[in-house]
């Protein structure tokens, strides 16, 4: 008799042993799936729909949309300027000049048109080298 409910026993053991390790798999399986980004959000941070960063977007289509119109139609009181790319604007605007990464940040990120019809977000302008650095496109790597 004490033999059967020392079996019984261990059975049960088993049992819940089983039962915690099938009932810890299900939960193991969902963290690394919520760790790895699925394929929209992949695409959201690293796809570059953008290689040239500004001038993708600003360029001579239909219309004069160069950066250098732009700024000079838009950018309220702005100087007259003829810059090609970015380097070009950094000669007056300095890396590092919060101002100027503020407005363009709030330009285009408040900007529907830039977020919904370009379906443009922060690599827009911005990428990540193999070394993980981040960096404004055309600026340096
Ligand atoms: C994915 C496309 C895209 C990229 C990349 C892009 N722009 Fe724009 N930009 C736009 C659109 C669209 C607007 C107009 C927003 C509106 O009118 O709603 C705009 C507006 C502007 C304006 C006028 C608004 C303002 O006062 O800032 C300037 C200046 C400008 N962009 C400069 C730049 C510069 C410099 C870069 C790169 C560092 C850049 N853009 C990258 C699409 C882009
Ligand atoms: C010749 C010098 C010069 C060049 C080149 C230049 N800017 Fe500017 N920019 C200015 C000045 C001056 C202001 C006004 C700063 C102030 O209000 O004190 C300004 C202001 C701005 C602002 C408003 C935010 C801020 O920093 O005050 C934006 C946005 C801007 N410039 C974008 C550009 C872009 C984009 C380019 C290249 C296409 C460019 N600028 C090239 C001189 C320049
Ligand atoms: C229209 C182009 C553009 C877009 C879109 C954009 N950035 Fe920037 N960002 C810049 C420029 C230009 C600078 C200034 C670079 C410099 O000074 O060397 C900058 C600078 C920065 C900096 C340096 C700190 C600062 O503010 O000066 C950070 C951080 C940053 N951006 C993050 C972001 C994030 C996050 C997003 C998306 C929410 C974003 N940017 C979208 C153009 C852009």
Known sequence: MRHFALRITIFIAILILFSMFTGCMPRAQEESRTEDLDQQERQLVMEDRWPEGCN?????????????TYTNQRVVGHPIVDSKDIED???????GDDRFARSLHLSHMNSRVY????????????????????FIKGLED
């Open 56 to 68: 993708s977007c600003h360029k001579v289509d239909d219309k004069d949309r160069t950066i250098a």
């Open 89 to 95: 604007c950094m000669d007056c605007h300095r890396p």
């Open 115 to 134: 977020t919904e019809v370009f379906g443009g977000g922060c690599i827009g302008c911005h990428q990540m080298n193999d070394r993980g650095h981040v």
